[in-house]
């Protein structure tokens, strides 16, 4: 039997406070690298936080193109030797591979996808789907990811990304030391939930909020996902805002308290009693 992945691990810290010292535990959020290989040949090695390996591999092989769908995959396991490798099986022709593994920081997702024309290359769709939210919605979503963050009390230094639908009902959450593994977590949670069926969740018509800002990576993951709502509780980049408005995604930032702001795709969100 695997081990169980240990998100957090204790250390003694020095404490100064007003003046004062004291020696107490703390908790650090736990960062190890994740190798994974594809067919046998290593794909990336990722640093990541332990916990939904599977998800997370499977997430990424999604988002970024080397696979298209769960049929795709043969399966998906750990490695014989190792609870930080993750070996997967892919049927029939597989995306860019490669033959070298390539090293990926918690910061980043895969290198060389740093450009629009990337995802052009790919020929994704531009998201066409109708779903709407209301602002009020929008608004309540924040704490809601924060009060289901179990290992971020804990430790004060993890990312989340949560997946809602559009009355604002939270149906998945992950966190990682990377919020590009986050992101991976929850797209491959879905993929991997329809394999004993269709899956019960809508990625086409739900809500998707990160954590930190939102860059580039998580636009072009939350485009490969079909998600058409991606919102964020800081700032987006210039190259995310250009990529959403090219694909279609509605895209907010700074979403704290009562206001946020629209970078992308106003039209699904009700402003004003109207959308549009």
């Known amino acids: 039997m695997r081990h169980k992945p240990v998100r957090a691990k204790p250390t003694d810290v020095t404490e100064w406070n007003a003046g004062t010292v004291q020696r107490r535990a703390d908790d650090l959020v736990t960062e190890e690298p994740l190798e994974i290989r594809v067919n046998g040949v290593p794909l990336t090695v990722t640093m990541r936080t332990p916990g939904d390996d599977l998800e997370l591999a499977t997430g990424l092989l999604y988002t970024e193109g080397i696979i298209t769908g769960r049929e795709d995959l043969g399966s998906v396991g750990y490695g014989a030797d190792s609870a930080n490798v993750v070996e997967v099986a892919v049927k029939g022709e597989t995306g860019e591979t490669g033959g070298t ?25 531009r998201l066409n789907s109708g779903a709407t939210v209301e602002p009020s919605v929008l608004i309540a979503l924040p704490d809601k990811l924060r009060q289901a963050q179990t290992v971020f009390d804990r430790t004060g230094a993890l990312h989340a990304a949560a997946l809602f639908d559009t009355s604002g009902n939270l149906l998945l959450i992950r966190e990682d030391v990377g919020r590009h593994n986050a992101v991976d977590k929850i797209v491959g949670a879905t993929l991997l939930a329809s394999a004993n069926g269709p899956t019960s969740i809508a990625l086409t018509a739900s809500v998707l909020l990160v954590s930190g800002r939102a860059g580039f990576e998580i636009v072009q993951k939350a485009v490969a996902a079909g998600i058409p709502i991606l919102a964020s509780v800081s700032a987006p980049s210039s190259l995310a805002v250009q ?34």
Do not use: N, P, Q
């Open 243 to 276: 990529c959403a408005r090219e694909m279609g995604l509605t895209l907010v930032g700074f979403l704290r308290g009562d206001r946020f702001v629209i970078y992308a795709g106003d039209r699904r969100l009700h402003l004003d009693g109207r959308s549009g």
């Open 101 to 125: 593994a390539r090293f990926m920081s918690s910061a980043c997702g895969i290198c060389g996808k740093t450009s629009i024309d990337a995802i052009r290359a790919r020929g994704l769709s």
